[in-house]
């Protein structure tokens, strides 16, 4: 095979790199933790666990949010926003409240999966 | 094809890690081996590089099949999905990279045992420690030459990051390279692709996955400095996204995510039998089914990582299995002779980089199913 001399700079690499010198990884937990989109899983779309706002003072007031940026029922075909609806009633709204806007951001909304099972790569 | 003892070089720990490559020896278990490496024929080079290239196009055609017959329920995605799949595919959004794993010995036809198609490691131990160390074992070819390494990664990888760049050419800002927080596997990965992807020309920028928003008012993923994410690639599979709090907003189409969408059917361990039903004649395919086998077959997890919760059975009873943290649904495939080289047992990584069948990394393991810790070792071909 040939390679360009400067084909291999690696400069990012590197000096990243040289942060982890002596990291230790982070074991697997050893608990189940993957759910499946099976008849009895019970696991849905969007299902995890709930974001977490980072910014609240720009949350609506009112509403009783749980922090969830909302699922979708696998079995009802349905979406849930679950919270952040801006009204005053309990979240579970299965249409969505169209009239209600919020101006923060949640985060955390990806990973939990990742930090049960310890390793994203295959 | 043979597997050559050999001396390892007095400082490689210093060597690897100077090239970035600092998860060697991972809870204390040599990951990276360099005290062998296996010896590849030209035509081996050529049937594996063949088989690549044959299961790319039947892989892609098992794509447009899942979609037109509508298979999504069988390979969990949810419906709500469905048509961002579709489109992402009727797009032709572009793939930087996949690595079909591949069982061979040189003297036996490549067999197809899986497909990583959306998040797949030993990248840069491929790309680019085992051609480093390829330099330093065979200066100027000696002893055998002409002598050379099947490796053309790295130049794939910048070649697929600058047809990234004409293909997103609508997303502002830069491209987001995003992976799970405190793994330095997954890290030092994705690190490495975002190397390439300066070297193609590209804006960068790293984020934990876990630390990605979504801005409600906005209506778009945003960084921790509310600046929008246009463009991601994620070494964190879309099984788990799917599953995940900020699922549904990945459905509002904001970001151009690597891998595309579409990759999620073909890193489905479901697209094996789905590839046999639709090529059986092929060389290349070892029998595969929904329901369990008649003869001696490996029950694997449909979405599972890492050889995870694997069992080989034979005549109804289980002679090996792998923990891990997954369960059902389980797809059923024919179990293929292992190859066996003074007790160990090698799988080929063969990589596809931007449509072009590049390189091998092998990957070895005294067990006959290979794991997370199964042990890197370089290769050469003359």
Known sequence: ?122 | MQRVVISPRPNWQQIVESQGFVFHTPQGQPYWDESAYYHLTRSDVDELEKATYELDRMCLAAVQHVIDQDLFKRFQVPPACADWVRQSWDREEVTIYGRFDLCFDGRRTPKLLEYNADTPTSLLEAAVVQWFWFKDAFPDGAPVTPVDQFNTIHERLIEAWKRFAEDSTGADGPVYFTALEGNIEDFMTVTYLRDTAMQAGLATEYIDVEKIGWNWGRQLFVDQRENPINRAFKLYPWEWMLREAFAPQLLRQTTRWLEAPWKMVLSNKAILPVLYDLFPESPYLLKASFEPLAGPHVRKPMLSREGANVQLIDAGRVTAETDGPYGGPFVYQELAPVPNFDGFHPVIGSWMVNGYACGIGVREDQTPITGNLSRFVPHVFA
């Open chain 1, 1 to 122: 095979m040939s390679k360009s001399s400067t084909a291999i700079s690696l400069v990012l690499l590197t000096a990243a790199s040289a942060g982890f010198i002596g990291y230790k990884a982070v074991n697997a937990p050893a608990d189940p933790a993957f759910p499946n989109f099976d008849d009895n899983s019970g696991a849905d779309f969007g299902d995890g666990p709930a974001a977490t706002p980072t910014n609240p003072s720009t949350q609506p007031s009112g509403g009783h949010s749980n922090g969830s940026t909302g699922y979708y029922n696998y079995h009802t075909n349905h979406f849930y926003s679950s919270g952040y609806s801006g009204s005053s009633s309990h979240g579970d709204d299965p249409h969505g409240s169209s009239s209600s806007h919020m101006s923060g951001t949640s985060r955390g909304g990806f990973g939990s999966t990742g930090h049960a099972i310890g390793h994203a790569g295959s």
